[in-house]
C-alpha cells in the first residue's frame, strides 16, 4: 500500500500538510457510445489491472528492485530504516482520516492484512518467480512500525499476521492465487470473518433489527 500510496500521491492535489485533497479521477466507462469492442475492452478494469501487472513485472527487468518509482513491492524490499520513511506518507493520511472519523464520532480501526509472501513459504509460488523472491516465508517487518503508529494515534489497530499463518499451516486451499497476489476465497473468508468480529466487537447493534442499516 505504502508503493501504491507513493504513486497515487505524485498526482495528487496536497494541501499545505501533504493530505490528499484529490485525485485523478480514471476514465468513465460509457457501454452505449463504445462501438469498437478493443476500445470498450481497454477501457475495463480488468484490462488496466493486467497491463499494469506486465509492466511491473517488465519493468523488474529494467529498473533496481526496491525503487517506489517502479518496484510494486518496493516497500517490502526495504531496510527498516528506509521501510519506516516510505510508510511516513501513507500513515499521514491514516492520521488524517482517523481525525476525520473522530470529530463525526465514526469508529475507526486499521486492519493489517499481510502480503502473500509473509503468509507461507508456499504462497504465491507463480508470483514469487515474477517479482524476484524467494521460496521462503518472509517476516513481516513493517508491522512494529504500523503498531507503534497506532499507539501513537491511538487508533485501534488489528493485525491479522495470527490469523494468516495459522489458517495457511491448516488450510484446505491457498489463501493467496499462486500467480497473483490476491487473497483466494478461503483468505477472504478469513479476513471478513475477523473484520465482522471486529465491527461487533466495537459497534453495539441496536435491538431493533431495522436500524442495523444505518449502525452499520
Not at 507513493?6 to 460509457?30: P, T, W
Not at 533496481?64 to 493520511?93: M, V
Not at 493485525?159 to 495457511?168: E, G, H, R, V, Y
Not at 487473497?183 to 465482522?196: D, F, K, P
Amino acid at each position: 500500500m505504502p508503493t501504491v500510496d507513493h504513486d497515487c500521491l505524485a498526482r495528487a492535489q496536497l494541501n499545505e500538510d501533504g493530505i490528499s485533497m484529490g485525485l485523478m479521477s480514471g476514465e468513465s466507462l460509457n457501454r452505449a457510445n463504445d462501438t469498437d469492442a478493443l476500445s470498450y475492452l481497454e477501457r475495463t478494469t480488468l484490462y488496466k489491472l493486467l497491463r499494469a501487472e506486465l509492466n511491473d513485472r517488465n519493468s523488474n527487468d529494467t529498473y533496481p528492485l526496491g525503487d517506489p518509482n517502479y518496484d510494486i513491492f518496493a516497500a517490502a524490499r526495504k531496510s527498516t530504516d528506509a521501510l519506516e520513511k516510505l510508510h511516513q506518507t501513507s500513515l499521514a493520511h491514516v492520521a488524517a482520516l482517523a481525525r476525520i472519523a473522530d470529530e463525526q464520532n465514526i469508529p475507526f480501526v486499521l486492519i493489517h492484512v499481510l502480503l502473500a509472501h509473509q503468509v507461507a513459504d508456499d504462497e504465491w509460488r507463480g508470483g514469487r518467480s515474477a517479482y524476484q523472491f524467494e521460496e521462503r516465508n518472509y517476516d513481516a517487518p513493517e508491522a512494529p512500525i504500523i503498531e507503534k503508529f497506532c499507539a501513537a494515534q491511538k487508533i485501534q489497530c488489528v493485525m491479522t499476521t495470527p490469523m494468516f499463518q495459522k489458517l495457511a499451516a491448516e488450510r484446505s486451499s491457498r489463501v493467496y492465487f499462486q500467480y497473483h497476489h490476491v487473497l483466494t476465497e478461503v483468505g477472504h473468508r478469513a479476513l471478513v470473518g475477523m473484520l465482522l468480529e471486529t465491527m461487533h466487537s466495537i459497534v453495539k447493534a441496536p435491538e431493533d433489527p431495522s436500524q442495523l442499516s444505518s449502525t452499520f
